[in-house]
């Protein structure tokens, strides 16, 4: 029964993603090339385009004793088209919100991920192939 759940979710999956362009957010664990360089994510530009053309830019915004601060984070590509590695650029303390975005020639996703002291909550990023308001950012701010 779970192999056929699995199988299911899978085959759903990959039809929901066809012709899109999405940012999938990884465990630099997972990616020795990322380790190396000290990731504090993993970035993969994941869809139907040509990984190699994929541009990712980053930014960090957040609140640190009580003042908004916006950081341009700089993405590094790893050996792996479409793979980048991002490394911690922002402060440890406060709350931080990372907002990615993936440019394909006429390609556009972005994904917004949490992040504070205790590293980055890749698990309950956002993903959108249209761009976050500032309200999507202030909500996970709070």
């Given at each position: 029964?779970?192999?056929?759940?699995?199988?299911?979710?899978?085959?759903?999956?990959?039809?929901?993603?066809?012709?899109?362009?999405?940012?999938?957010?990884?465990?630099?664990?997972?990616?020795?090339?990322?380790?190396?360089?000290g990731a504090a994510v993993v970035i993969k530009a994941?869809?139907?385009?040509?990984?190699?053309?994929?541009?990712?830019?980053?930014?960090?915004?957040?609140?640190?004793?009580?003042?908004?601060?916006?950081?341009?984070?700089?993405?590094?590509?790893?050996?792996?088209?479409?793979?980048?590695?991002?490394?911690?650029?922002?402060p440890k303390e406060g709350k931080w919100v990372i907002?990615?975005?993936?440019?394909?020639?006429?390609?556009?996703?972005?994904?917004?991920?949490?992040?504070?002291?205790?590293?980055?909550?890749?698990?309950?990023?956002?993903?959108?192939?249209?761009?976050?308001?500032?309200?999507?950012?202030?909500?996970?701010?709070?």
């Open positions: 029964m779970r192999k056929t759940i699995g199988t299911l979710i899978l085959a759903c999956a990959g039809q929901l993603l066809a012709g899109g362009f999405f940012l999938q957010v990884g465990n630099p664990e997972a990616n020795a090339e990322a380790r190396k360089v994941v869809g139907c385009h040509d990984p190699g053309k994929a541009q990712v830019t980053a930014t960090a915004i957040g609140v640190v004793n009580g003042q908004r601060r916006t950081i341009p984070l700089e993405v590094k590509a790893l050996g792996t088209a479409g793979e980048f590695a991002l490394t911690q650029q922002w907002q990615l975005v993936g440019k394909n020639d006429e390609q556009f996703t972005n994904t917004l991920v949490a992040a504070g002291p205790d590293g980055v909550d890749r698990l309950h990023a956002k993903f959108n192939m249209k761009a976050f308001e500032k309200a999507d950012v202030d909500g996970m701010l709070q």
